[in-house]
């Protein structure tokens, strides 16, 4: 399977949107330099008060379909 890794730092204000409806995707780079749109709900359950930060594993199908995110560190 496919993974890509993220290091991700997304304080809560910039997750706003996303709860108030104005966004369902959000926009990361891997460490490779690919540019990927997550889903926001893929985020949810790695949601602080603070935000969401750390690095993750993007694993998907061949096909390109993701199949989940899993926290590394």
């Known amino acids: ?14 997750l706003l949107a996303v709860y108030q409806g104005q966004a369902n995707r959000v926009l990361l780079r891997s460490r490779d330099g690919r540019r990927v749109s997550l889903p926001a709900a893929e985020l949810r359950r790695f949601l602080t008060r603070d935000g969401v930060f750390g690095s993750f594993e993007l694993v998907f199908a061949e096909q390109g ?9």
């Open 65 to 73: 379909r993701l199949l989940g995110l899993r926290r590394l560190s």
């Open 1 to 14: 399977m496919p993974t890509l890794v993220l290091d991700i730092a997304l304080p809560a204000e910039k």
